[in-house]
């Protein structure tokens, strides 16, 4: 019962929100909710209140998605250049060659992935914060991360990196 029911309310929620991958964080709220409820026993339809609290949820959703609309753009000139340079990497005497290559690298990946890639290995932000200042959700953030990854294992010649790429499978 609780399952089609769960089934049910995420068909709900996917076809009011913009990014699907909120869409289980907002269920997971809607239940939280409910089990803030002084006396569940007083709730005469709780199918009709799921919805209900769900409907108010979406909008609230709305509401701070749109507030975090105004966010950091990577095609702002002034976001550019904090994001036109790495830090120093320090290794062998390969050093200068392996950053040129990064470097080179990075500049090849989308601007938000590249953004994203910069700020938690350059500024040392979290997912939550970087996902808030590129204006999406964490779970994009891992997928900016994951490609990321892929491309450096891909254009610096990590063993492996070009059959994985070739079956279409991430590393």
């Known amino acids: 019962m609780l399952a089609a029911g769960g089934r049910k309310l995420r068909a709900f929620l996917r076809r009011r929100v913009r990014n699907a991958a909120d869409v289980p964080d907002l269920a997971q709220e809607v239940y ?10 007083a709730v005469a339809n709780p199918e009709a209140y799921i919805f209900a609290v769900a409907g108010n949820l979406v909008r609230e959703h709305a509401l701070m998605t749109k507030r975090a609309g105004q966010s950091v753009s990577p095609d702002d000139p002034a976001v550019a250049a904090d994001l036109s340079f790495l830090p120093a990497f320090e290794t062998e005497a390969d050093g200068p060659r392996q950053e040129a290559q990064l470097q080179i690298a990075l500049g090849e990946l989308p601007a938000k992935c590249r ?53 279409g499978t991430a590393p």
């Open 32 to 41: 939280l909710r409910l089990l803030r409820i002084p006396d569940p026993a």
């Open 115 to 167: 953004a994203a890639v910069v700020m938690q290995y350059r500024d040392g932000l979290s997912y939550a914060e970087i996902a808030e200042k590129l204006g999406v959700s964490t779970n994009m953030i891992t997928k900016y991360r994951a490609q990321a990854i892929a491309h450096f294992r891909l254009r610096l010649g990590y063993p492996g990196a070009a059959r994985r790429e070739s079956r």
